[in-house]
């Protein structure tokens, strides 16, 4: 880390505070709080990666060649099953809470 001079003690106590407040916010996040951050943005992100992810793991399972897919669970199951109900919950969870934060 690049050292730097400062000659006045009450910009020096400022920076010394600031990055011990840093240190300490990095350390209460933990793993997933470092991944996602802190906020009130944080359950949109949660949601959106698990939305995202749900989709890619349909997306591939729908790509692969017939051969390599489940004879007993084939692409009507994994989007009527699986994928739908998901989605659905997401956005009416995401609705749910937009109108809880909003008072009405």
Not at 74 to 96: C, D, F
């Amino acid at each position: 880390m690049n050292k730097i001079e400062i000659q006045d003690p009450r910009v020096a106590g400022k920076i010394i505070a600031a990055n011990a407040e840093n240190d300490k916010r990095k350390a209460e996040l933990g793993f997933l709080g470092k991944f996602f951050g802190s906020g009130e943005n944080v359950r949109l992100y949660i949601v959106g990666t698990i939305t995202l992810g749900v989709l890619l793991i349909a997306l591939v399972y729908t790509l692969i060649p017939d051969q390599y897919r489940s004879p007993d669970f084939g692409l009507k199951e994994m989007w009527t099953l699986v994928v739908l109900p998901v989605e659905s919950t997401i956005i009416g969870y995401l609705i749910g809470s937009k109108s809880k934060d909003s008072g009405g």
